[in-house]
């Protein structure tokens, strides 16, 4: 009778150890073995994989933008030094903006576009039969709407980041994409920035022997800029979520470093947070709200197929200089972006390359494509010039029919920290798997290559 009192007493405290909170997550879940598993959609019959996937070359690329804030209105005035485009379609929430980026136009000499607006003024844009490419630079919220309305209506997508904001999202756009055959890319310029080119060649090379660790970020105080969001849409939603919202700066980079999805695959997400301290400060001056769910500081790590790690930072609120760290450990070398670019490579690794040495190395290892867009971009800018080169390379893409250097692949990968992020603070820092996007493929590529 004692025996089984003990055997009883033991089997609910058991019970009790093992009894894991209830979480909100888009997809359903299971936990197994300790760790949070969100289900993977099995692939509709009549849907294909798009890894590496090509479309009908365009001659002259057909833009419509959606959404004419800060990022859009700048993105109109770039595609005006872009060869083989025509901006044939402008549209935001507010008429006043597609006025004011249709002068714009005129007095750079383009013909008007048409004019849509309203809250649903995209989905003319997406009908339209004088569009191929579909820019979108709106709220968080709207990307995911407006990029499966308009790949549902023939078009393709560009869409800024982050694309998706949780894993229903990322399936959703995939699958999408997997049947509708449009091309997906999500607008991550900061692949395209000179020292981190540089050093993804260097890597290709193997100047860093295997990079076994990256660190990358995003910290930028966002204080001048609440205010200038349009309806205040941005302290809205890191009111009310917790978690890395706003990850593919730093991980897009390094991502394409640790060739993801082209030879390795992410397998588990751990996250953790601070308490909300100056966010909440912002959002009871901006909002008048005692509420606020996003953490001053998150850290999220990842624990590769391979058994690399990767280590990602977000805080906008931080009383310190903006960075994405941007950090390559090898076993034979180091690469370094923030405060100041870096490398340390053989034959002495543990000394930073002096002045000089650094020069050589960026001149050495200079990206093709920084060769090739460099001069110009730096005429343009856009972020320093790196937005220029991502929107060149899409369009030289498009045009001659070529498989685009970011897929629908890595935006679901780099964007589904959003929602694990969060699921695993919720949860006390638990493991969440990361799912394979690619159902399979990961393995298929061997390295990330830029199509010529
Ligand atoms: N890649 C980068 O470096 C970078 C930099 C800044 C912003 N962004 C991204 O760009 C996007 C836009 O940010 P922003 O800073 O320009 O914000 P913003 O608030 O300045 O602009 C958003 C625009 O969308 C419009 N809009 C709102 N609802 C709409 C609707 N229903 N239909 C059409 N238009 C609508 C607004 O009127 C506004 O003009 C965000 O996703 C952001 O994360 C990326």
Redesign the pocket.
Known sequence: MKRQFFVLAAALVLAACTSYPKLETTVPYTIKNGTIILDEPQREPGQESALGMTCEPIDTVRVGF???????GDAVRRYTYIEGVKITAL????PE?VAQSNSYLESRGWPKAAEYSG?E??KALCESDDVDLVYI????L??TPVSLYAMEHGKHVAC??PSMMNIRDCWDIINTCEKTRRHFMM?E?CCYDFYEMTALNMAQKGVFGEVYHVEGAYIHNLDPFWK???GN?RLEYNQKFRGDNYPTHGIGPVCQVLNIHRGDKMNVLVAMDTKPLHGAEVARENMGVEEFANGDHTVSLIRTEKGHQIEIHHNVYAARPYSRMYQLTGDKGFANKYPYPQFAVAPDPERFANREEFVALLQEYKHPIIAEYEAKAREVGG?GGMDYIMDSRLIHCLRGGLPLDQDVYDAAEWCCVNELSRISTEAGSMPVRVPDFTRGGWNVKDGLAFAE
């Open positions: 959606v959404g004419l804030g800060m990022r859009g549209c935001d929430l507010l903006r809250e003024g995209w630079c709106t709220p968080w709207l990307h800024e980041v607008l310029n200038a969001y349009q849409w972020h």
